[in-house]
Nanobody
C-alpha cells in the first residue's frame, strides 16, 4: 500500500524559509516522478513543482520559480521542497503527489504572515 507523509509545514514570516519533506512507503521510490501541489484557502489545488525520476529534470510553477527548489533522496524515499523568500500568497496546504496511480499525501499547512 502506497503512503505519502508530508512534514515541515508551519507558520513563518514574509521572507522566511521552510523545507517540506514527503516520505514514501509501499513503492520503489526511484521509479516514479514526484510532485508538490498546494491548495490556497478558498482556491483550487495547483501545481507547484515536479521532479522527473528518469533524468532528474525539475519543473516549477511560474509563481515559485527562483524561490522554491524540489529535490529527492532516493535512499531515504523522500522528496523535499525548499521554500525561500516566502510570501503571504504562498499560504496553502501543500500536498505531495505521485502521478502514477494518483497518490496524494494528507497535506501540511504552510502559513506566511505579512
Amino acid at each position: 500500500q502506497v503512503q505519502l507523509v508530508e512534514s515541515g509545514g508551519g507558520l513563518v514570516q514574509t521572507g522566511g524559509s521552510l523545507r517540506l519533506s514527503c516520505t514514501a512507503s509501499g513503492l520503489t521510490f526511484n521509479q516514479y516522478t514526484m510532485a508538490w501541489f498546494r491548495q490556497p484557502p478558498g482556491k483550487d489545488r495547483e501545481f507547484v513543482a515536479s521532479h522527473i525520476h528518469k533524468d532528474g529534470s525539475t519543473y516549477y510553477a511560474d509563481s515559485v520559480k527562483g524561490r522554491f527548489t524540489i529535490s529527492r533522496d532516493n535512499a531515504k524515499n523522500t522528496v523535499y521542497l525548499q521554500m525561500n523568500s516566502l510570501k503571504p500568497e504562498d499560504t496553502a496546504v501543500y500536498y505531495c503527489h505521485r502521478y502514477s496511480g494518483n497518490y496524494w499525501g494528507q497535506g501540511t499547512q504552510v502559513t506566511v504572515s505579512s
